[in-house]
């Protein structure tokens, strides 16, 4: 198919999203902070297909800065309630499309689709798994500057994250080829892919702790890119 055809149908596909999000706050009356996670999930889940259908970092960098800039003409001119009507402060809309853009680049260099699928799909699921799990079931809130955390909402990602990164490492990653080579065989590669596993749930679960105003969308796949980086830099 088409390049051009593929990235029409690709922004067409947003643009239906945002359509479904507005639906859903201004028919069915769903809270904002649910519509927003919505299109955070939803929006995620489509960019999963960029690897298999886009060629190019330029093609996704076009699709993301366009994501980018309805969301900034949206917000603007005071449009688009199902994201941006939440009541408090936050980037996270504007940084998503930066973290889509950052992990296919990431993945583009390295030829390595862990790069692009897990970063991703830890900001899409785990991300607002904590905020769910945070405001059902308050229990040890802590003052993160003018936010407030929770440790049930830590314990969540963590947990997510941690089964996630099993599943990709474990039992993907290698399935389509990409296990690390590791001169102990099997045992050094599970040894290994476990060393990556907990330092990516336990360290990206402390950046979205300690991160505020929604930077956690760029900063939880920075440091699972580092993390990636570092493992396969240290042939760990």
């Known amino acids: ?41 939803t929006g995620a889940f489509i960019t999963l297909l960029f690897p298999i259908y886009l060629s190019s970092h330029w093609q996704v960098l076009v699709l993301s800065s366009l994501f980018a800039l309805v969301l900034f003409v949206t917000d603007k001119f005071n449009l688009l309630q199902s994201v941006h009507s939440v009541k408090r402060i936050t980037f996270g809309g504007f940084l998503f499309p930066v973290a889509i853009y950052m992990s296919y680049l990431a993945f583009e260099y390295t030829n390595d689709l862990t790069y692009f699928y897990l970063p991703v799909l830890i900001l899409a699921l785990c991300d607002p798994a904590a905020a769910l799990v945070g405001q059902a079931y308050p229990w040890k809130p802590i003052k993160i500057g003018s936010e407030t955390k929770t440790l049930a909402g830590f314990l969540a990602f963590f947990v ?10 474990f039992f993907i990653q290698p399935s389509i080829g990409l296990s690390c080579e590791c001169i102990e065989g099997c045992h050094g590669v599970k040894k290994s892919s476990f060393m990556v596993v907990f330092a990516i749930s336990s360290l990206s679960s402390v950046v979205e702790f300690i991160s505020k105003k929604g930077v956690d969308n760029v900063s939880i796949p920075s ?14």
């Open 1 to 41: 198919m088409n390049i051009y055809i593929i990235c029409i149908l690709f922004a067409v596909s947003f643009l239906a999203l945002f359509a479904i999000g507005e639906l859903l706050f201004h028919k069915l009356k769903i809270r904002s902070e649910y519509t927003r996670k919505f299109t955070h999930i």
């Open 160 to 169: 997510l994250a941690f089964a996630l990164s099993s599943l990709w490492c």
């Open 223 to 236: 440091v699972i890119l580092l993390i990636l980086y570092m493992f396969d830099l240290l042939k760990i």
